[in-house]
C-alpha cells in the first residue's frame, strides 16, 4: 500500500479533510456530546467542550503518521463540521482497511454517509491501493448496513456477540469489498461483460473418480469435454454466490407444491379375524404357507 495520510477530498457536498482544534465548538455543540450518536461508537458522548478538544489534538498527533486516516465531513454549504470518517483497522500484510464513520443527526437519511464513504473507498482502492475495504456494524443500526450496502460493499455474514459498543455486547455484521469484486462490479454496471477463463480447474483425478462413480468409461476426449463441462459449472456456481441475496426469502421448491397425502388416521384394530376367514390354513392367527426354502 502506498499511503498517503489523511489527504483532502472533495465530493458534490462534503469536503473531507483533516480535523483542527477549531472544530471544537460545533463538534462538541452538535453531535459529540450527542447519546443518539455515540450509542454505537467506542467513546462515549462528551460532558464538555474541553473533552472534545482533548479528542481533536489526540487526532493531530495521529496526523503525523503518513498510515492514519481520519476525516472530518464537513458540510460545504456552511463550512460546518457534520461528523467523522476514517480507517478503524489496518492490516498491512492483506492490504486491508476497515472503515468506520458517523455524522450529525440532523443530518441523517440523507444520503451523505454514501457519499463520504464511497469517496473514502474510492480514494483506498484508486491511491492507496489497498486489496480489500470493510466495515461492520451493529444490527440495532441497520441504516449503517444499507450505507455499506449503497456503496457496492457485500455482506459476509454476522457474528454472534463478536464485538461491543456503548449499547454493551453485540453482534457484528459484516460487510466487505475486494478489489477483484469492485473490477468486476464495474463491468457489469458499464454493460461491457468480458468472459474471463476458467477459475475451477478440474483434475484427471478427479474425472476419473467421476467416472467411477458413475460406472462410465470415457475416452480421452469425452474426459477433456466433461473437465470443460464442470469447470464452467462451478464457474457459473460461483457467479451465482457473488449475487446479494439480502432480504430475499428463501423459496421450498421453485414450483408450487401440494401435500396430497392424507393425515394418518388412527384405527380400532387391523380386521384379522375377517381377514383369515378365506385362508386355506391357520395356525396361531397367521396364514400356513407352503415352504419355499428346504
Known sequence: MKHLGTKQINT??????????EDAP????????????????LWAAHK???????????????????????????????????????????????????LGYFISRRYWHQGIATEALQAVMDFFFDEVGV????SRHDPRNPYSGKVMEACGMRYEGTRIEADFNNSGICDEVLYGLTRKQRAEAQVRKSGKYVQSAHQNTISDEMIDYVGILAKLELSPEEKERAKKDMGEMLDYIDKLNELDTTGIEPMSHIFPMTNVFREDVVTNGDDSENMLQNAPE?????????????
Not at 26 to 41: C, F, I, P
Open 131 to 134: 486489496n480489500r475495504v470493510e
Open 48 to 98: 464538555s467542550q474541553e473533552e472534545t478538544e482533548s479528542l481533536l489534538k489526540s487526532w493531530a498527533e495521529d496526523y503525523k503518521n503518513a498510515a492514519a486516516y481520519l476525516w472530518c465531513i464537513e458540510w460545504k454549504e456552511t463550512a460546518e463540521p457534520i461528523g467523522s470518517i476514517g480507517v478503524t483497522k489496518m492490516i498491512e500484510q492483506a492490504q486491508l482497511v476497515e
Open 12 to 21: 458534490p457536498r462534503l469536503l473531507l479533510r483533516r480535523f483542527t482544534i
Open 26 to 41: 460545533k463538534m462538541y455543540g452538535d453531535w459529540a456530546s450527542d447519546e443518539e450518536v455515540t450509542r454505537y461508537l
Open 282 to 294: 391357520v395356525k396361531n392367527g397367521s396364514y400356513v404357507v407352503p415352504k419355499t426354502v428346504e
